[in-house]
């Protein structure tokens, strides 16, 4: 399975980004599918996460601003991410059943 991610960039406080990434390869059925993300100096983690059958997840951190969604027919995840904060500023992966992508940066910052 490989992973392609598109969309990061540098954005003002306040600001949207909309993430998305293709599943490409041996698909057969990709069940959950989701974003991580690694801020320099920290640690990897789970931003969000959405089964094949929608049901989601959410880091606290995000929650309210971060939505998560996927089209199963075209095998992409999308990651919109509004009211962007500096503290977002991260590398962000997209992962489904246990495959990586490449990542893709998000700067936040005015």
């Known amino acids: 399975v490989q992973l392609q991610a598109f969309g990061g960039g540098l954005v003002q406080p306040g600001g949207s980004l909309r993430l998305s990434c293709i599943a490409s390869?041996?698909?057969?059925?990709?069940?959950?599918m989701g974003w991580n993300r690694q801020a320099p100096g920290e640690q990897r983690e789970l931003v969000a996460g959405?089964?094949?059958?929608?049901?989601?997840y959410y880091a606290d951190a995000v929650k309210g601003r971060f939505t998560i969604s996927r089209d199963n027919a075209k095998n992409t995840v999308y990651l919109q991410m509004n009211n962007l904060k500096p503290e977002d500023t991260a590398v962000y992966y997209c992962?489904?059943?246990?495959?990586w992508g490449q990542g893709t940066l998000v700067t936040v910052s005015s």
């Open positions: 390869g041996s698909i057969f059925s990709i069940n959950d």
């Open positions: 992962v489904a059943d246990g495959h």
């Open positions: 959405i089964t094949s059958g929608g049901s989601t």
